[in-house]
């Protein structure tokens, strides 16, 4: 398989706006994160293909993401219930999806990198394919951070934003 400069572009903008999406998922200023999320989505539908495998993980990506800034209005009735149990629950879920989810991403991106360097060996170096690496190797850390979350709320309960660890620098 070759991946053509169309296609690695389209690869790098539906990571951007995936990731930026998964970054706001946890505002709490509902209208201008619903208003993002929606021109978001709007903006990946409006780029092309990359390959099936990876489109389709984006966008399970991309709806993750929405879904759970959309569920965090439910997440608020369980506090305020104090259905913790529920809560906790639910947060585990969230972040199990999310491991799941980056995993399969850097899968396909595994592949993808394969793919590049064995039929587009000049492209390797290219500033566009070290965007993309950039933005793996950030997947990887945002894996290993939810991985971390799992831990956390499984020890401590579930989270709030006045207990939630602060992200290593």
């Known amino acids: 398989m070759s991946m053509t400069q169309e296609q690695l572009k389209n690869w790098h903008d539906k990571e951007y706006l995936v990731r930026e999406t998964e970054a706001i998922a946890e505002s709490d200023d509902l209208t201008r994160t619903g208003r993002k999320i929606r021109q978001y989505k709007e903006a990946f539908a409006a780029i092309g ?11 399970e990506r991309l709806f993750h993401a929405q879904q759970h800034f959309l569920d965090r209005r439910s997440q608020d009735m369980l506090r305020g219930k104090k259905d ?36 587009q060996p ?5 500033d566009l394919v070290g965007k993309l690496k950039q933005q793996n ?3 990887h850390q945002s894996l290993r951070r ?24």
């Open 49 to 59: 293909p990359v390959t099936e495998a990876m489109d389709q993980v984006l966008s």
């Open 137 to 139: 190797h950030e997947n």
């Open 146 to 169: 939810a991985e971390e979350t799992i831990q956390t709320i499984i020890a401590h309960g579930p989270l709030s934003a006045c207990n939630l660890p602060e992200p290593p620098t």
């Open 84 to 119: 913790l149990g529920a809560l906790k629950v639910y947060q585990i879920q969230q972040a199990q999806k999310t491991v799941q989810l980056l995993q399969r991403s850097m899968d396909e991106a595994g592949v993808l990198f394969a793919a590049i360097t064995n039929n």
């Open 122 to 126: 000049n492209l390797d170096d290219s």
